[in-house]
């Protein structure tokens, strides 16, 4: 009895598990077959909204939506959205039908057409269903309103400025109509948004007075907008192009939106011109696109564009900027013989195989802004007008672009382009010296007092949290002041702006402190990278080291004149003729406007150049003859000249190991000989000594007495001398970057 009492009660616990259990998975079903409708009837609800459900268009259905316009956005349009419109020749009496009635509604009146979310089967030939009329002076359609015969004279004025060889430019600028400079026009707007054509697409020739808005529209076949003229804003974005799209020859009156518009085959906008905005942000053009020809007159918007294939783009006129941002060229990208005015934004670009910048016209604002810019040398080019092209990149700071400078000069040695591969090593050695002045100059925000910071313009609070902050860990960039939790929002844009401005001045650095010794070490790097910058374009234009080379020859040559000739003038004056005299002088004039010249065109600071060689040149040899003509002469050969020549020869030399002072030997005395005051020509020995001192080479070795000579004089020689070293190690080293092969014919010299 016990037994089957237990037995029962197990029985009744497995009974309640399992039916437990059943409750369990059930619930759990439930909620999951719950989810899955939530998830589900959304979707659903979704992509009926995407497709929707359409209806046939019959004529009957025609009629009614042509007599019952709706008013939508202050228009009056014929609503004919999500229909399916069959235009297929088997139709061929409703597609007839369906022109003859929309061109006589549309052309009567200023009616819209919305054909949004509608298909569209067979070919649609739009320019069907425009107002047809001649455009030649006085003779546009009486039936078009004032506002709207406005419009239609705005195209003389671009034919006119733009000299457009199209149909009905050349009827404008005629006198005559014929039927084939006729045009047709679109009074009201045009909606084709998420409309899908199956069929090709025409709208040659047409002139459209209000806007066309076709957004995210799909064109299975090929398109023809050849010589469409767009009066008002037209949008294309997210459209797709599945064929050859035809834009030739149009006119875009007001902004043109292609953002995120897929061209998956040929794209001609030849010819086109742009009288507003152009917007092509994230398009792609998967095979070739031809903008040749065309003038845009507002900002160009290629940002974030992908090329898949060749893009032209010759002959076009950017009247403002050209923005290639983050844009992608797969392919070559041709801009020969184009127009900027102003500065061409490929910053953050991608080159992967050729950009041709050949006979391209730059004004003097525009450039190459190529920060960031994603170029390879060794795969891809950059072409362009050999000693020009490298004048237009411009690249505001080295950080960053070091690998891009490196990229593009290796490019154009590459292309034996010495001079612009030279031009992008001068930028980037001016944006070196950029860096080094705000090291040196700047206050560094590791190791400025909080005082330093609040006269910088921190508040009190933000330059205790700097200083708190650099204890843990340096400052990197500037940027990481704008992560401090004292800023709030507010505080963080004006901020930054504030950081910004005090960067650009210099005034504020961020980086490891600088030691004594090492401010030291920067400081010498910084005038030694000033000099080279100044003298010589850091070993970049030679004309620009032969000008200063002819200031310093002319500049001592005069010198060396007037302590030899001019002497004293008592007690017996032993100065010299005026012949003498102007003839110096007149020369000396001459050498140095031709030295001026050749620096004030080969170099962009020519200012900052003559005060280098100013300070270079000036103070110790005009302390020297102040003090020379202090003191006196009061020595033996007080007759005689101080320089001596070698009497044996008399030939073109090169003295790389001549000395200024002939030795103390008497076959040397007697080999050199006294110069020869009475001779006319004895002042051109003056300006050969100079030149023997500055650049080893001369007509005669030329060189001071070793007898009765003042200190003065050899101090001065010697000084020129020395100066003669570091001149001829500057000359042959620009020589071997601005000649190709020369470094490797001294190398093997």
């Avoid at 009895?1 to 029962?8: I, R, S, V």
């Avoid at 090291?439 to 700097?466: D, Y």
């Amino acid at each position: 009895m016990h037994n089957l009492f237990f037995q029962t009660r197990c029985t009744q616990k497995l009974n309640a598990e399992l039916h437990r259990r059943v409750s369990l998975q059930s619930s759990a079903l439930f909620v999951f077959l719950c989810v899955v409708s939530i998830l589900i009837f959304p979707l659903s609800t979704w992509a009926a909204q995407t497709q929707p459900e359409r209806i046939p268009l019959t004529l009957e259905l025609l009629q009614e939506r042509l007599h019952t316009p709706i008013l939508r956005e202050g228009n009056l349009t014929v609503d004919m959205q999500k229909m399916v419109i069959d235009l297929r020749p088997e139709n061929a009496s409703f597609r007839d039908a369906f022109y003859q009635l929309l061109r006589k509604e549309l052309g009567a009146k200023p009616l819209g057409l919305d054909l949004s979310y509608a298909l569209i089967l067979g070919d649609f030939v739009g320019s069907d269903l425009g107002l047809r009329t001649p455009l030649y002076a006085k003779a546009i359609a009486p039936i078009f309103t004032a506002t709207e015969q406005q419009e239609l004279e705005r195209l003389r004025f671009v034919c006119l400025e733009s000299l457009v060889n199209s149909k009905d430019c050349q009827s404008l600028l005629g006198t005559k109509s014929t039927r084939s400079s006729e045009i047709a026009v679109f009074r009201g707007v045009l909606k084709l948004v998420q409309t899908r054509f199956n069929g090709e697409i025409k709208f040659s020739n047409i002139f459209f007075l209000q806007s066309v808005d076709a957004q995210g529209a799909t064109f299975l076949q090929s398109t023809n907008w050849a010589e469409t003229r767009f009066g008002r804003p037209v949008s294309f974005s997210s459209g797709k192009f599945k064929q050859p799209s035809n834009f030739q020859g149009s006119i875009f009156f007001e902004k043109a939106n292609f953002k995120q518009t897929q061209f998956q085959e040929f794209a001609d906008f030849q010819g086109s011109i742009f009288e507003n905005t152009a917007n092509f942000n994230q398009a792609t053009f998967k095979e070739l696109a031809k903008f040749n020809s065309v003038q845009w007159r507002e900002n160009a918007d290629f940002s974030d564009v992908r090329f898949a294939n060749q893009v032209q783009f010759t002959k076009a006129n950017f009247n403002q900027f050209l923005l290639l941002t983050d844009a992608t060229f797969e392919q070559a990208a041709i801009f020969r013989e184009v127009e900027f005015n102003q500065s061409v934004n490929l910053q953050g670009a991608s080159i992967l195989n050729q950009a041709d910048f050949s006979d391209a016209r730059f004004s003097p604002e525009a450039c190459l802004s190529v920060p960031g810019l994603t170029f390879n040398s060794n795969q891809a080019k950059i072409l362009g007008n050999p000693g020009e092209i490298g004048k237009m990149f411009c690249i505001p700071t080295l950080q960053g672009n070091q690998n891009i400078l490196r990229n593009l000069g290796q490019n154009f040695r590459q292309q034996q382009q010495v001079t612009d591969a030279n031009e992008l090593e001068y930028t980037k050695q001016e944006l070196r010296l950029v860096e080094m002045s705000r090291r040196l100059t700047a206050t560094n925000i590791n190791s400025a007092s909080v005082a330093s910071l609040i006269k910088l313009g921190f508040s009190a609070t933000q330059a205790a949290a700097i200083a708190q902050r650099r204890l843990i860990k340096s400052f990197r960039n500037s940027s990481e002041l704008l992560t401090l939790a004292d800023i709030d929002l507010e505080k963080y844009t004006q901020l930054s702006v504030d950081v910004q401005r005090l960067v650009a001045r210099h005034r504020l650095s961020v980086g490891e402190p600088l030691s004594i010794g090492g401010w030291l070490l920067q400081a010498w790097s910084w005038l030694g990278l000033s000099v080279l910058l100044l003298l010589s374009g850091y070993g970049t234009n030679f004309w620009l080291v032969f000008g200063v080379g002819g200031v310093a020859i002319a500049y001592f040559g005069l010198l060396f004149w007037l302590v030899d000739r001019y002497r004293r003038l008592h007690p017996i004056p032993i100065i010299p003729t005026a012949y003498e005299t102007i003839s110096i002088l007149v020369s000396f004039s001459v050498l140095e406007f031709l030295s001026f010249l050749a620096i004030f065109r080969n170099t962009q600071q020519p200012w900052l150049t003559l005060g280098c060689l100013f300070i270079i040149l000036v103070p110790v040899p005009l302390a020297l003859l102040i003090r020379l003509y202090q003191q006196g002469r009061y020595h033996d050969l007080m007759d005689v000249s101080y320089f001596t020549e070698d009497g044996t020869f008399r030939q073109l030399r090169l003295l790389i190991g001549r000395l200024p002072v002939i030795p103390r030997n008497q076959t040397f005395r007697e080999r050199y000989m006294p110069l020869q005051s009475d001779r006319r020509w004895n002042w051109l020995n003056y300006y050969d000594f100079s030149l023997n001192n500055l650049v080893k080479l001369g007509f005669n070795d030329i060189r001071l007495r070793d007898e009765h000579l003042p200190g003065i004089i050899s101090a001065l020689a010697w000084y020129q001398w020395s100066l003669g070293v570091i001149y001829i190690t500057l000359v042959l080293w620009t020589l071997s970057r601005t000649i190709p092969g020369l470094n490797l014919l001294i190398y093997l010299k």
